[in-house]
């Protein structure tokens, strides 16, 4: 089990490591995904699965693929798509694919060999995580929603504006 | 939820409720005049009602927060500057920005997130509260999208203000990791059970200071200050130089109290360390600007030295001293940024040096006015300042702490003469006329202009009269 952890901590380094130093954005994120997924697992054999699943669902998942989404929205020229069938190429999917795959067999190892958690820590489950979020935190919880209505407030007044005109002969131009 | 429970938390039951009256009032129909009063008898209201209430003794809602007499004082101190803001806002948008509405739920939720700050006794209201704060902030920031200046000071706010979370976070998670609890008492009692301090407690409090630093703006984690200012719009300059480092301060006293931060001699080093930097750079740097904003931005930084001095000496009377020092620093900010407010006009801020040319013979009240708030925070007599910096000073002896009292009364010095400067720049004869900036009717500039009139009456009245101000911060201190 400590071997496991060890592992797993190693692979979310080295991934980490490659996602701040790869030049190449989608390389960056795939590195990313694989780092979101030990960490995944490095709570799983803590004695976390719910934070584990929530950690693929929420970062693995949705937040990747929202990056996913704009940088590809970002190149809409013809040129993107010969840079984005380069980006893809097979040789660039080794790396994360071999320690994903290192993940998998780790995964499998725990799963068949049935050692959920180190014995001297205590299993949180989903029901323990309710509990304490509308229990105790429930302010936390109404406060997290006063958060996001900030963040939202202000994402739309700053983005509902039209294109500013930085340069003043254009602007003459354009009036 | 008991009765207690619920009376506790109305002043941040009436802030919520008022953003989202603000949101509706949107939906239904676009109105400035509306919205601004809407956000101004919230928060007179949300005010009477903190003194209405007047807490008796302390309570805590477990875990996250503690209402005592400390909390009390800072909100009512956060919720009037915020009204103070709210008033200088309204000429200031009303000539630059078509829509102006949304600037007010933010500022509401600024609010909140402040007082979070204030009245929390754990980490994850802690955080909570810095991180509503930090996200209103970033969108005030850039909230003008047709100046130059806002994306650049919105975005170098966002990076750094994200960074220093994350420093805060991990921080956190280490304190965590060693003492397993979250709660300040729970920390304090865990490590008083310890004899020296785990290195693993140690830097995660290093870490942690990492983000207050950031969000007090002192040396060394002060770049973003000058850019900030410049960029941001003057009322929202206002509010960061007050209600956001007035927030953290308040939370900084609170945190360092409860685990007695007083014992480790590491933690008073970083911040001796931080405090004279501070003082010294901030004041260096002010020196040498020639815009108006950078000057009050390098000067604040200064402040928050001389702050910190009153901080390490704790104890009854440097608690007593910093909430007075921030009394007085809260007038005198909101009352100098709020001149400049008035004084901008529809492009640019008055920002310059030479926008403040001649002010004296063109405007007189407004030129004396600013005259009185630089006077307080250069620390003259007959000022709320001069009380302030004596509150520091007496402070800073009573614990012995005469290198920091030194450094104090040599950069009060220093800091006079960029006061002076601006001062003697108002006094100078302009030969050349300007046009007159108000474009709007002028029943607009009379809520600004009586503002400043009260700010400006508030503290002269502190300084030669600063016994009321003192017996209630006392009291309110002394509450159990």
Known sequence: MQLAFYITSAIAVIATVMVITNHNLIHALLYLVVSFLAVAVVFYLLGAPFVAALEVIIYAGAIVVLIIFVIMMLNLKEEAVAQERQWLSRGIITGPALLSLVLLAELIYIIVGAQVAPSDAQIVDSKAVGMSLYGPYVIGVELSGILLMAGIVGAYHLGRQKKKIVHRFLEEEAS | ?480
């Open chain 2, 1 to 480: 939820m008991s009765k207690t429970d619920f009376l506790s938390v109305v002043p941040l039951f009436i802030l919520t409720s008022a953003a989202i009256l603000i949101l509706f009032s949107i939906a239904v129909k676009r109105d400035h005049k509306v919205i601004y009063v809407i956000t101004t008898v919230s928060l007179a209201i949300d005010f009477i009602f903190l003194v209405w209430y007047k807490a008796t003794a302390t309570w805590v809602i477990e875990p996250l927060f503690i209402f005592d007499g400390f909390g009390t004082f800072n909100t009512g101190l956060i919720l009037l500057t915020a009204l103070a803001v709210t008033m200088i806002s309204y000429a200031y948008f009303e000539q630059r920005e078509e829509r102006k509405e949304e600037y007010y739920i933010l500022l509401i939720l600024a609010t909140l997130g402040a007082i979070v700050l204030v009245i929390s006794k754990h980490f994850v209201s802690l955080f909570l509260g810095l991180e509503i704060l930090s996200v209103s902030l970033y969108s005030m920031i850039a909230y003008l999208r047709k100046r130059a200046r806002s994306d650049e000071a919105g975005i170098k706010y966002l990076i750094l203000a994200a960074f220093s979370s994350a420093f805060l976070l991990f921080g956190m998670a280490l304190v965590y990791t060693a003492v397993g609890t979250m709660e300040f008492s729970k920390i304090a009692s865990h490590l008083s059970s310890l004899e020296a301090m785990p290195v693993i407690v140690f830097a995660g409090f290093g870490l942690m200071t990492v983000g207050i630093g950031f969000k007090l703006g002192v040396v060394p984690f002060h770049m973003w200050a000058a850019d900030v200012y410049e960029g941001a719009p003057a009322p929202v300059t206002a509010f960061i130089a007050t209600v956001s480092k007035g927030g953290m301060m308040a939370l900084l006293v609170r945190f360092f109290t409860a685990i007695d931060g007083y014992q480790y001699h590491g933690l008073i080093l970083i911040f001796t360390i931080i405090a004279i930097a501070s003082m010294f750079i901030g004041n260096f740097l002010a020196l040498r600007q020639g815009n108006v904003k950078r000057v009050l931005a390098y000067s604040s930084i200064a402040h928050l030295g001389y702050l910190l001095v009153a901080f390490l000496a704790g104890g009854t009377l440097g608690i007593e001293a910093v909430s007075f020092y921030l009394v007085a620093y809260f007038i005198t900010s909101t009352g100098a940024f709020g001149i400049l407010a008035t004084l901008s006009d529809r492009d640019r801020d008055a920002e310059l040096l030479d926008d403040y040319r001649g002010l004296f013979w063109t405007r007189p009240w407004t030129a004396t006015m600013f005259t009185s708030m630089l006077l307080s925070l250069a620390g003259i007599p007959l000022t709320a300042g001069f009380i302030g910096k004596f509150y520091l000073v007496a402070a800073g002896v009573r614990e012995h702490l005469w290198l920091l009292v030194v450094m104090l009364a040599v950069n009060s010095a220093i800091g006079l003469y960029y006061y002076i400067k601006i001062i003697a720049t108002m006094m100078e004869k302009n030969e050349v006329e300007r046009p007159a900036s108000n474009e709007l009717n002028p029943s607009v500039y009379v809520v600004s202009g009586v503002t400043m009139a009260i700010l400006t009456i508030l503290l002269i009245w502190i300084g030669v009269h600063p016994n009321g101000m003192m017996v209630l911060i006392h009291e309110l201190l002394a509450l159990d």
